[in-house]
């Protein structure tokens, strides 16, 4: 979508390459950019594209650092994994980091989240749970990302959202 860029005809702008998107191939995304280095002696890589390609720009890292020499300034492939995951990032946080940080669980099903909203129902009743706990998806979800769904609450209205997300 960045071929009809009026980047390209910058004066600031040495060279316009199109790279190939990683939806389109993953690989030739990285070789792209990494032939892109080669060809014009780049000493430096710094990515700013979609939140898609942040993992394959820091699985770039190694390869572009170690092979020729270029400062990438961007995450390596493990801190981007924590950072790229909820789930992952919350434990992180507490359990790396020592961090005050909400609960986090993994969900992985609708009946894993049917069970986590009876568990939760329970330990309100019982003062554990003083606030409610959001479910939120861990891949990228244009349409849903910002929905701020709540834990615990009824089975009809959680069967309800579970069937929602799936459309």
């Known amino acids: ?3 009809y860029s009026a980047t390209g005809f910058s004066r600031c702008v040495d ?10 191939s993953p690989d030739a995304y990285m070789d792209d950019i990494y032939k892109a280095c080669e060809r ?6 710094l990515p700013v594209a979609a939140p898609v390609e942040a993992i394959y720009d820091a ?7 170690g092979k020729l020499g270029v400062a990438h300034l961007h995450m390596d492939q493990v801190l981007c994994n924590i ?5 992952t ?8 980091l020592k961090l005050r940080s909400p609960r986090t669980h993994q969900v992985t099903s609708d009946n894993e989240a049917r069970m986590y909203n009876k568990l939760f129902q329970e330990e309100t009743e019982n003062g554990k749970l003083r606030r409610t ?8 979800d244009p349409i849903h990302r910002l929905d701020l769904f709540q834990l ?4 009809v209205k959680l069967d309800t959202y579970l069937t929602r997300i799936r459309n």
């Open 89 to 96: 990032f919350g434990c992180f946080l507490s359990d790396s």
């Open 59 to 65: 699985e770039l890292k190694e390869r572009l650092e």
């Open 1 to 3: 979508k960045f071929r």
């Open 152 to 155: 615990p609450c009824s089975e």
């Open 83 to 87: 950072l790229d995951n909820k789930h």
């Open 15 to 24: 060279h316009f390459e199109i790279i190939t998107s990683p939806r389109d």
């Open 40 to 45: 014009h002696n780049a000493t430096h890589f």
């Open 133 to 140: 706990m959001i479910l939120k998806n861990l891949s990228y």
